[in-house]
């Protein structure tokens, strides 16, 4: 056991726990943070994905110990900003969302992306998304929500 200090969701959190735990456990058990899914639990699907210092990480490979004085922002915390509404209604607007499971995820990787990059292109939204898997859509609506963000949310990023 250690103490463990970070800030989640902008509020500094501290508490004893083995260093070893994935970030994803922490946050669903521990903060009853359920917007990050375990999917594939290894790496390969994004259901997990969180911000960790503005870069999208996967949270079910991700030790406590390397979380130790950033800052993680789930898709809860993402929710209180303008650019969550403009990408959710995105999503919702072009029908890139179906079952949801991979939604928080495919959020957060949006979030991501056009943070670095307002204005992509296709390709770079493929590329952008490549690490979120969904089993529903097809991808193409996916690729159109994120293209409806970038248009909607000129100058927000
Ligand atoms: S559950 Fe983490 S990448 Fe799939
Ligand atoms: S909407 Fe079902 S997995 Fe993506």
Redesign the pocket.
């Known amino acids: 056991m250690a103490k463990i200090s970070f800030v989640l969701n902008g509020k500094t959190v501290e508490f004893e726990s083995d260093l070893n735990r994935r970030l994803l456990d922490v946050l669903r058990d521990d903060f009853n943070l359920t917007g990050p899914k375990e999917g594939c639990g290894e790496g390969e699907c994004g259901a997990c994905a969180v911000l960790m210092n503005h870069e999208i990480v996967n949270s079910c490979c991700t030790p406590l110990a390397n979380v130790i004085g950033k800052s993680i922002t789930t898709i809860e915390g993402f929710a209180s900003t303008k650019r969550y509404v403009v990408i959710k209604d995105a999503f919702a607007k072009t029908g890139g ?7 928080p995820g495919m959020i957060i990787a949006t979030e991501s992306l056009l943070n670095k990059n307002p204005h992509p292109t296709e390709y770079e939204i493929k590329i952008g998304l490549s690490g979120n898997l ?4 097809g991808y193409n609506l996916i690729v159109e929500a994120v293209k409806e963000a970038a248009k909607n949310g000129e100058g927000l990023w």
């Open positions: 969302v179906q079952c949801g499971f991979c939604t969904c089993r529903c859509t």
